[in-house]
């Protein structure tokens, strides 16, 4: 890289950290690096400054300085990138609008005639997306069952482009094999793309770049900013080359993060480790007590999970979204409503907890039809687990599952 480019377009550094100027370098664990942010600023302000400007002045009409326009380049932007690509192993992260930005950023990389292979259950927002390319843009999308390798190495052909992976998958909680999944990509279509949406596990629980793929893509509204107070989503990638090509897209299209949202996602993530390890807790105790009461529960923390050992060979913990199934659309409705503590409401990852039935929320834009045909069940509420006390989560469930006529038995603690 030249030293006439300026920072502002390098690729973050993952180099360790220097917590003392001029102190040895060194790497630290990852939940004390998401802590630890290196900060340029001239009165070394512990939070890192929020840059609210559109515009930087030059220094004359032909000298340019390292910033001009925030659309290109903010600096609260790239402490917010540099700090993410330390703790997502990548070379390079940009930092953009939301996770579906960042999925178009990444859809842009293909053309008229290319083939895409992505799963049969996946975020539906993703959906519409890919729905929309293979409508519009002359792609053409195969939805396939990514826990099956063979399912996706079937379809591998010269013209394959991307393959697109969740795992776990949103909403129906299945994994995929990455690393051999990668690997056989790599094999037979070398030019193909592998991106990989982490946003169900964010990188304290899985880092799919240590697997190979060249893009790891998440929605940062959900684990990695925890609040629900913003819309983000970042790209993270180990090739310089595909940086440049995603970056122009960022710079072209303009979904580069804002200022606000960059200090806000950078002031989040820096509790995710925590946040994380108690919701995940949590979500096991819920899992534990929904299989108990003989609902089919799909969470990769139980042993039952028919992905258990996947799972656990490439993931550090299960995450805190899990969904299950009550044999009818008309109870699960009645289970949702009759939640207290659990908002209805769209999304996760957040301090709060939150029910949901995804056929009528999340995943409502996926045709019926296609939801039928890819075995989305109708009746799937979706449980996004936060952080409050384990037993009022449980006992808000077991009132609504009473209340809702799903268990037979006494009310839990519903005062
Ligand atoms: C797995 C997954 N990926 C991507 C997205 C898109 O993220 P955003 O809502 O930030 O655009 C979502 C949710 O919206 C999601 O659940
Ligand atoms: N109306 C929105 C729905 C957003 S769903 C958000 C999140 N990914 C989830 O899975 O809950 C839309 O149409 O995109």
Redesign the pocket.
């Given at each position: 890289m030249s030293s006439s480019v300026p920072s502002s377009l390098l690729p973050p550094s993952p180099a360790p950290s220097t917590p003392r100027p001029g102190g040895a370098q060194r790497r630290y664990k990852l939940e004390t690096e998401i802590v630890y942010t290196e900060s340029p600023d001239q009165y070394r302000s512990s939070s890192v400054p929020i840059y609210q400007t559109a515009t930087f002045k030059q220094a004359s009409g032909s000298e340019m300085g390292e910033y001009d326009y925030t659309r290109s380049g903010n600096p609260t932007r790239t402490q917010l990138e540099r700090h993410l690509a330390k703790i997502m192993n990548a070379t390079r992260v940009l930092a953009v609008a939301s996770?579906?930005s960042a999925m178009d950023v990444i859809a842009r990389l293909l053309r008229p005639g290319d083939e895409v292979i992505a799963g049969d259950d996946l975020?539906?927002?993703t959906n519409?997306l890919l729905k929309y390319l293979s409508t519009n843009g002359g792609i053409t999308v195969h939805h396939v069952d990514t826990t099956n390798v063979s399912a996706v190495t079937e379809k591998l052909t010269e013209k394959t482009a991307m393959v697109l992976l969740e795992s776990p998958t949103?909403?129906l909680i299945k994994i995929c094999d990455i690393p051999t999944i990668t690997r056989l990509v790599k094999d037979v279509a070398p030019g193909a793309i592998v991106a990989v949406d982490n946003?169900m596990l964010s990188p304290i629980a899985q880092n799919p770049l240590d697997f190979g793929v060249d893009i790891v893509y998440e929605?940062a509204?959900?684990f990695l900013s925890g609040h629900h107070d913003l819309m983000a989503g970042v790209i993270a990638v180990n090739d310089e080359n595909l940086a440049e090509k995603l970056f122009f897209t960022v710079n072209a299209t303009g979904c580069g993060l804002a200022p606000f949202d960059c200090w806000l996602l950078l002031r989040g993530v820096k509790t995710l480790a925590i946040r994380f390890e108690k919701a995940q807790n949590n979500a096991q105790v819920v899992a534990e007590f929904l299989e108990g009461c003989g609902f089919k529960v799909r969470y990769p923390g139980l042993e039952s999970h028919p992905q258990y050992d996947l799972h656990w060979s490439m993931a550090r913990g299960a995450g805190a979204v899990l969904s299950f199934e009550t044999g009818s659309v008309e109870t699960s409705e009645r289970i949702v409503e009759n939640a207290r503590l659990w908002g209805i409401s769209?999304?996760?990852g957040c301090v709060n907890s939150l029910i949901?039935m995804?056929c009528k929320?999340?995943?409502?834009?996926i045709d019926p039809k296609v939801r039928a045909e890819r075995a989305l069940p109708e009746d799937l509420i979706?449980l996004?687990v936060g952080i409050e006390d384990a037993s009022d989560l449980v006992d808000d469930l077991k009132q609504a599952l009473f209340l809702a006529g799903a268990v037979k038995g006494e009310p839990a603690e519903s005062s």
């Amino acid at each position: 890289m030249s030293s006439s480019v300026p920072s502002s377009l390098l690729p973050p550094s993952p180099a360790p950290s220097t917590p003392r100027p001029g102190g040895a370098q060194r790497r630290y664990k990852l939940e004390t690096e998401i802590v630890y942010t290196e900060s340029p600023d001239q009165y070394r302000s512990s939070s890192v400054p929020i840059y609210q400007t559109a515009t930087f002045k030059q220094a004359s009409g032909s000298e340019m300085g390292e910033y001009d326009y925030t659309r290109s380049g903010n600096p609260t932007r790239t402490q917010l990138e540099r700090h993410l690509a330390k703790i997502m192993n990548a070379t390079r992260v940009l930092a953009v609008a939301s996770g579906m930005s960042a999925m178009d950023v990444i859809a842009r990389l293909l053309r008229p005639g290319d083939e895409v292979i992505a799963g049969d259950d996946l975020y539906g927002g993703t959906n519409r997306l890919l729905k929309y390319l293979s409508t519009n843009g002359g792609i053409t999308v195969h939805h396939v069952d990514t826990t099956n390798v063979s399912a996706v190495t079937e379809k591998l052909t010269e013209k394959t482009a991307m393959v697109l992976l969740e795992s776990p998958t949103n909403p129906l909680i299945k994994i995929c094999d990455i690393p051999t999944i990668t690997r056989l990509v790599k094999d037979v279509a070398p030019g193909a793309i592998v991106a990989v949406d982490n946003t169900m596990l964010s990188p304290i629980a899985q880092n799919p770049l240590d697997f190979g793929v060249d893009i790891v893509y998440e929605s940062a509204t959900k684990f990695l900013s925890g609040h629900h107070d913003l819309m983000a989503g970042v790209i993270a990638v180990n090739d310089e080359n595909l940086a440049e090509k995603l970056f122009f897209t960022v710079n072209a299209t303009g979904c580069g993060l804002a200022p606000f949202d960059c200090w806000l996602l950078l002031r989040g993530v820096k509790t995710l480790a925590i946040r994380f390890e108690k919701a995940q807790n949590n979500a096991q105790v819920v899992a534990e007590f929904l299989e108990g009461c003989g609902f089919k529960v799909r969470y990769p923390g139980l042993e039952s999970h028919p992905q258990y050992d996947l799972h656990w060979s490439m993931a550090r913990g299960a995450g805190a979204v899990l969904s299950f199934e009550t044999g009818s659309v008309e109870t699960s409705e009645r289970i949702v409503e009759n939640a207290r503590l659990w908002g209805i409401s769209v999304s996760f990852g957040c301090v709060n907890s939150l029910i949901s039935m995804p056929c009528k929320m999340s995943h409502a834009s996926i045709d019926p039809k296609v939801r039928a045909e890819r075995a989305l069940p109708e009746d799937l509420i979706r449980l996004c687990v936060g952080i409050e006390d384990a037993s009022d989560l449980v006992d808000d469930l077991k009132q609504a599952l009473f209340l809702a006529g799903a268990v037979k038995g006494e009310p839990a603690e519903s005062s």
